[in-house]
């Protein structure tokens, strides 16, 4: 039986040679890239069961790598957990609306790392959609501001429990509920057919005050996401509390 092989992506050359060690003692074969353009060539050559991916990279960053995967027919179901020292929200955002399926800070502990490498590649593709949620859900639940992620036909995929306060929105299972059916009932500060227009990439806007269900206005961001065609494929929110003037 093939060893699942893992691509270790990190400018930093200790911190590659530290991960082959410890990939390697735990029985999996390892690639090793040192850049965001040599870690995205490999992805596709070489095709990785499984990609750690540093976020600071010269050339391309991690951000940008996992874009670039998710836009790719055959890498965009490839598992990738960030490897970061950065420890903001703002950056877990920003993976989460890049595609990154987990985040691991440094620095890492060895028996965190290889449960989660593990949990990664128990994936099937039968149970895939579930598990890879679930990881999801675990992310987004730590977050304080609200993010929700939907499909192309604006059915709720992933939300977590602060956006479901600030949307009003029952603690109940609301994936698949249509999210621009449910923005057409809130007053907002730019019109529903501009956020939906497809050409807008990245779209600011208000949830405006307007009764005891909205006490407070919400600063929304929308981030459309396109595979490589120029089709939507997804659409990430992230909502905060707006600042009082």
Same mark, same amino acid.
């Given at each position: 039986? %093939? $060893? ?9 050359? /200790? ?46 960053? @991690? ?28 950056? $877990?955002?920003? @993976?989460?609306?890049?595609?990154? %399926?987990?985040?691991?800070? $440094?620095? #890492? ?64 299972? %609301? $994936? ?14 730019? &019109?529903?057919? %501009? ?9 600011? #806007?208000? !949830? !405006?005050?307007?009764?005891? /269900?909205? &006490? ?9 996401? #396109?595979?490589? @065609? ?16």
């Amino acid at each position: 039986m %093939n $060893k699942p092989k893992i691509l270790v992506a990190d400018d930093i050359k /200790q911190n590659v040679k530290l991960l082959r060690v410890i990939l390697v003692s735990a029985e999996y074969d390892v690639v090793e890239a040192y850049d965001g353009e040599e870690a995205l060539s490999k992805a596709g050559t070489e095709k990785p069961d499984l990609i750690l991916l540093d976020i600071m990279m010269p050339k391309m960053t @991690g951000y940008e790598v996992c874009q670039k995967l998710r836009m790719n027919d055959a890498t965009k179901d490839i598992p990738v957990v960030m490897i970061t020292a950065l420890h903001e929200k703002e950056d $877990k955002i920003k @993976g989460i609306e890049a595609g990154a %399926n987990d985040f691991i800070s $440094k620095p #890492f502990v060895k028996a965190e790392l290889l449960a989660r490498v593990k949990s990664l590649l128990r994936m099937r593709p039968e149970t895939a959609g579930k598990e890879e949620t679930v990881v999801l859900d675990a992310v987004l639940a730590d977050l304080a501001e609200g993010v929700i992620v939907v499909d192309d036909r604006w059915k709720i995929k992933n939300i977590n429990r602060t956006a479901r306060e600030y949307l009003n929105m029952p603690e109940s299972d %609301n $994936k698949n509920t249509d999210l621009s059916e449910h923005l057409s009932h809130l007053k907002l500060s730019v &019109p529903l057919e %501009n956020i939906k227009n497809p050409q807008e990439r990245v779209i600011d #806007f208000q !949830i !405006i005050s307007s009764n005891n /269900q909205y &006490p407070e206005n919400s600063n929304v961001r929308l981030k459309k996401i #396109f595979d490589e @065609g120029g089709n939507m494929a997804g659409i990430a929110l992230i909502i905060r509390k707006a600042e009082k003037g």
